[in-house]
């Protein structure tokens, strides 16, 4: 009894403390340590800029890599992310021994698969790069820092999927040291390896190989230790199918919008090719880069939001479930908000950090960012529209709201619009923001069909009535 008591010590505060200040005090260090890998990346493109002589090559060939990068993020979504709505809700439940058994499978299904995508990559990088669009003179630069890149694909699949099983235990703080030092670490480690021994993108690729291990040890390390209430066990481990059907279905949610993105970013980078060369495929690449910084703040609200509302719904608490979505949305629709105006104004703003010795990049840059982020504050509606239906368990919903923006709406539209746009560059980056519309208001207004749904039940039974009362 004891020990259950000691157990709850972290996570009791999900069914008794304030809305607010829970997700704020969850969110605070899942912003920071998003906000610091972010920026670990932009510090990263910001150094491949000034690449002498290989400036927009070098750029362009990391924005061929992302479609590959994308899809390993993918399924770290699916084998780690997809058990904590699982995770969280046998928490709820009090259920600790079930909670770990899910703990374990993320784990070796992490680390399994990730040796399995690493074998299959090497015996075909090549195919796989000129699939993703490389070409010409930025393929050997994409071999390049792909081939070391993916040595660390263990190490990034094991820290970027275990850390949210910190956080779902009230250790936020903890899955944000592992980032924050591996970010940091990874900024030191670029500028020492492309600028003290100019190893180019090369020592981009060998800064992020060596950061992404530190981190991965650091959260194995910290869920095996006696601080957490759930810890990793690794030993007398037996695969239960069951479990492993039931991770994978929720987590096929994300696995499909990582993968729709990866498949989006193949079909951009081939037109980008076609109407603008390597110089709009460098383009594009800053352009996802700064846009992954601008939704930092509604990642961390809404991945601190994700094990709350699953606790409270595994609980049995309606109206906790209700705050927590409100709360959410407001702030994200401010936020999203606030930087769509900033950019609207200020396009230049962050590009002028990348001004390379193209002169164009500037000018076109700033033009494609007006375009590619005018419809950037629709974004909170899609953001919370998922982060609900996979609280609530809700796989089939999460994964057909996002296969209908990224492969109904954005592929035609990424097709047919430069038919109708001069010059047709920019009708690809259209393409963009007129499916983020379309796709945000139908995830929105189905979501909140769908909790009421959901949370009728709830409201009439007698664990409900307690808890209000």
């Known amino acids: 009894m004891r020990m259950d008591e000691e157990k709850d010590s972290k996570i009791k505060s999900f069914a008794e403390d304030r809305i607010p200040p829970l997700i704020i005090k969850l969110a605070a260090p899942m912003i920071i340590a998003q906000l610091v890998n972010v920026l670990y990346s932009l510090a990263d ?48 439940r009090k259920k600790h021994e079930r909670a770990q058994v899910i703990l374990q499978h993320a784990y070796y299904l992490l680390f399994y698969c990730s040796i399995i995508l690493v074998i299959i990559c090497y015996s075909a990088l090549d195919p796989i790069l000129i699939f993703c669009g490389a070409r010409d003179e930025a393929l050997p630069f994409a071999r390049a820092y792909m081939s070391i890149y993916l040595f660390g ?11 949210v099983y910190l956080s779902a235990q009230g ?32 020592g981009a690729a060998i800064a992020s190989v060596i950061s992404q291990y530190g981190a991965a040890i650091f959260v194995v390390c910290r869920l095996r230790s006696q601080h957490v209430g759930i810890r990793l066990v690794l030993r007398g481990f037996h695969w239960n199918l069951e479990c492993v059907r039931s991770i994978i279905s929720l987590g096929s949610a994300g696995f499909i919008f990582q993968a729709t993105n990866a498949l989006v970013q193949t079909l951009f980078n081939h037109r ?33 939001s994700h094990p709350i509302i699953s606790y409270n719904y595994g609980a049995g608490n309606p109206e906790r479930v209700r705050k927590t979505i409100r709360f959410t949305f407001h702030l994200s629709l401010t936020f999203t908000l606030v930087m769509w105006i900033i950019i609207q104004l200020r396009p230049g703003l962050f590009l002028a950090l990348f001004e390379n ?90 979501m909140l069909l769908r909790l009421k749904q959901c949370l009728a039940p709830l409201d009439k039974s007698p664990l409900s009535r307690q808890n209000l009362a």
């Open 45 to 92: 493109r910001v150094f491949i800029a000034h690449i002498p002589n290989h400036s927009i090559l070098a750029l362009s060939a990391v924005g061929l890599c992302f479609p590959l990068i994308t899809l390993i993020f993918g399924l770290t979504n699916l084998l780690g992310p997809g058990g904590l709505t699982l995770f969280s809700m046998e928490l709820g």
């Open 153 to 163: 694909t263990p190490a990034l699949m094991l820290s970027t999927g275990l850390s």
């Open 171 to 202: 250790r936020a703080r903890d899955a944000m040291i592992s980032i924050v030092l591996a970010a940091l670490a990874n900024i030191g480690l670029d500028y020492f390896f492309i600028f003290i021994l100019k190893m180019g993108i090369e």
């Open 272 to 304: 980008l090719y076609v109407y603008g060369g390597d110089l709009h495929i460098s383009i594009m690449n800053i352009l996802n880069t700064i846009r992954a910084l601008m939704v930092t703040f509604v990642s961390g609200l809404t991945s601190a």
């Open 357 to 446: 010795e193209s002169s164009q990049f500037l000018k076109e840059g700033t033009y494609a960012m007006q375009i590619y982020y005018s419809t950037f504050f629709m974004m909170s509606l899609q953001f919370i529209g998922q982060t609900v239906f996979l609280g609530l368990g809700l796989a089939k919903e999460a994964i057909f709201f996002s296969l209908l923006r990224k492969i109904i709406l954005i592929i035609p539209m990424t097709l047919i619009l430069p038919n109708f746009i001069f010059p047709q560059i920019w009708g690809i980056y259209w393409a963009d923001p007129v499916s983020q519309v379309i796709g945000s208001l139908a995830t929105f207004c189905f």
